[in-house]
């Protein structure tokens, strides 16, 4: 209730007046659109009473320049309001003693190799990275970007989505670490067979002793025979994972996360239902819902870093 508190009044002072500013651009922009497309009907209608070949060619360049300027506002208003918000964002979040400083990069994004090396997923066909998040926590570097991974699909012609949503990766920066964890919901085990198979390659094995019995029954746990798993899933993050899937069920979202680890680095995997923080030209942007839950994926994904590491 506290973290809620301190981002509700950091939402009021910091966000909110950078939304109202977004938004004033955007209803200028749709004023604009709607005055630009009576205009050009009106010469549409002039074009068709004249009906004179070159008064047509030459109302066709300053047409054509509008409809570039046009086009020119909408893409910078979209390219700037994501930056815009998530910087504020990553600013109240770093402020914890527990982590460094945060860089974003919005055309940035996590290597496909690195991605398929979490063990989580085993196909990219087309994969989409953007929006790149890099900093620390505590002395653990990660990155973290939006995806959108797809795959040919076996029986159909067309893509399938093998994830959609927020990956992340960090570095314990420890060669010693070996071996490692896989986490997998249960709801997905029929669509992740290759999964199991290709952590089955490095020693993995389907375990059920120290968890919780509420844990298991949501959640496929694989670890090499070198793992501690008590070590790396404490009753604390269980607990946490849990309650963060029975958050989302009851205001029923589809979402879901997955976690591995592999020798020294860690890749957790959150699903994503909606597009966050992405803009809409026709709906109002002023939401302090979408922008806190934006901070709590991002917060929980740290969380389970920092607990992990803290185990580590």
Not at 251 to 269: C, F, G, H, M, P
Not at 271 to 285: A, G
Not at 290 to 296: D, N, S
Request: proline share 4%; charged share 25%; net charge negative.
């Amino acid at each position: 209730m506290r973290a809620y508190h301190d981002f509700r009044l950091f939402y009021n002072q910091s966000i909110h007046p950078e939304l109202l500013n977004l938004e004033q651009r955007r209803r200028r922009l749709v004023r604009l659109l709607s005055l630009s497309v009576l205009l050009l009907l009106g010469v549409l209608l002039l074009q068709i009473y004249v009906q004179i070949f070159v008064v047509t060619l030459l109302l066709l360049v300053p047409v054509g320049l509008w409809i570039t300027y046009l086009v020119f506002r909408v893409q910078v208003y979209f390219r700037e309001f994501k930056p815009r918000v998530v910087g504020l964002v990553l600013d109240f979040i770093d402020n914890d003693i527990n982590y460094g400083s945060f860089r974003y990069d919005p055309k940035g994004g996590i290597d496909p190799r690195k991605f398929l090396r979490s063990k989580i997923f085993t196909r990219a066909d087309e994969y989409q990275a953007e929006d790149l998040i890099t900093g620390q926590v505590r002395e653990l570097p990660f990155e973290l970007c939006e995806l959108q991974v797809r795959e040919f699909s076996d029986v159909r012609t067309r893509l399938d989505y093998v994830f959609r949503g927020v990956f992340l990766i960090g570095d314990f920066r420890r060669p010693d670490m070996k071996g490692g964890i896989l986490l997998l919901p249960d709801v997905y085990r029929k669509y992740l067979s290759r999964s199991e198979r290709a952590f089955h390659l490095i020693g993995g094995r389907r375990i059920q002793d120290n968890l919780l019995p509420e844990f298991e029954s949501f959640f496929d746990t694989y670890a090499t025979p070198n793992v501690r798993i008590q070590d790396i899933l404490s009753e604390e993050l269980q607990h946490g994972l849990l309650q963060f899937r029975q958050q989302f069920q009851e205001t029923n979202r589809e979402k879901d996360i997955y976690l591995s680890i592999v020798d020294d680095k860690i890749y957790i995997a959150l699903t994503q239902d909606k597009d966050l923080l992405e803009p809409s030209l026709f709906q109002n942007t002023v939401s302090f819902e979408v922008v806190r839950e934006f901070y709590h994926d991002i917060g929980l994904l740290l969380a389970v870093l920092h607990e992990v590491d803290v185990m580590n």
